[in-house]
C-alpha cells in the first residue's frame, strides 16, 4: 500500500516564486526522505529527516516534519525551470526486521520561466 | 562514473518472453533493490538484497526472479512476460536498508505487445 500521499497531485508555479509541497503518511516512522524525478530519468535523493528533527535545510530546499500529524512539507525557493520535476516523499517505516522505503504519489511540480 | 547502472534502458518485447534486465553498483553498498513504477508514476518496491540475502520480497508473481551474483549486483529476471508487466523498473542501492538515501539507475522501459 501506498505509505506516503503527496498534496498537491500537480502544481503550477512562475520562475521565482516559492513551491510547498506536502506529504501525509500512516504509520510511525524512522526518517522521511524527499526524492526528485526528471521525466524519463531515475529518482534523485534530495534530503532526509529523521524522526526526531522538525526542520531541516539544504540549499533552496525547507523540509519540516510533524510526526503529532504524520505530515511533511517540502518548500523550494526562488524556484527555477530546472526544478520542473515529480517530487515524491517516501518513509521509512518503524519496526520491523526488514525496512523498505515506501513511496507517496508523488506531486508534479511545473515552473514557468 | 555511473554509481547504479541498469541496462538495457529500453525492451521491447512479446507476451510469453522471459526477459533479464541488470543492475550494478559501484558504490559499495550493502543493499540493493528493485522498484516498479507503473503509469501514474506509482512506486513499488519488489525486492531487496542485503549481503546476497532477499529480504523483502512483496507480493509479486513468483515470474519475477531476482539473481545476486555478488553484492554489487542484483539483475531481474521475468519469465513468461504479460502485458501487465509493462512498466518502468528501477534499480536502486543504500549502504543500509531504508536508513539512509536510496541511490537510483536511470530505469528500464519495459514494453510487452
Known amino acids: 500500500s501506498q505509505q506516503g500521499e503527496e498534496d498537491p497531485q500537480a502544481l503550477s508555479i512562475q520562475e521565482g516564486e516559492n513551491a510547498t509541497m506536502n506529504c501525509s503518511y500512516k504509520t510511525s516512522i524512522n526518517n522521511l526522505q524527499w526524492y526528485r524525478q526528471n521525466s524519463g530519468r531515475g529518482l534523485v535523493h534530495l534530503i532526509l529527516i529523521r524522526s526526531n528533527e522538525r526542520e531541516k535545510h539544504s540549499g533552496r530546499l525547507r523540509v519540516t516534519l510533524d510526526t503529532s500529524k504524520k505530515s511533511s512539507s517540502l518548500l523550494i525557493t526562488a524556484s527555477r525551470a530546472a526544478d520542473t520535476a515529480s517530487y515524491f516523499c517516501a518513509t521509512d517505516p518503524l519496526g520491523g526486521s526488514a525496512r523498505q522505503l515506501t513511496f507517496g504519489s508523488g506531486t508534479q511540480l511545473t515552473v514557468l520561466p | 562514473d555511473t554509481a547504479v547502472s541498469q541496462t538495457p534502458k529500453y525492451l521491447v518485447t512479446q507476451m510469453g518472453n522471459d526477459k533479464s534486465i541488470k543492475c550494478e553498483q559501484n558504490?559499495?553498498?550493502?543493499?540493493m533493490y528493485w522498484y516498479k513504477q507503473d503509469s501514474k508514476k506509482f512506486l513499488k518496491i519488489m525486492f531487496s538484497?542485503?549481503?546476497?540475502?532477499?529480504?523483502i520480497n512483496e507480493t509479486v508473481p513468483n515470474r519475477f526472479s531476482p539473481k545476486s551474483p555478488d553484492k554489487a549486483h542484483l539483475n531481474l529476471h521475468i519469465n513468461s512476460l504479460e502485458l501487465g508487466d509493462s512498466a518502468v523498473y528501477f534499480c536502486a542501492s543504500s549502504p543500509a536498508q531504508g536508513r539512509y538515501g536510496y541511490t537510483f539507475g536511470s530505469g528500464t522501459r519495459l514494453t510487452v505487445v
Open positions: 558504490l559499495g553498498h550493502d543493499t
Open positions: 538484497y542485503n549481503n546476497k540475502e532477499l529480504i
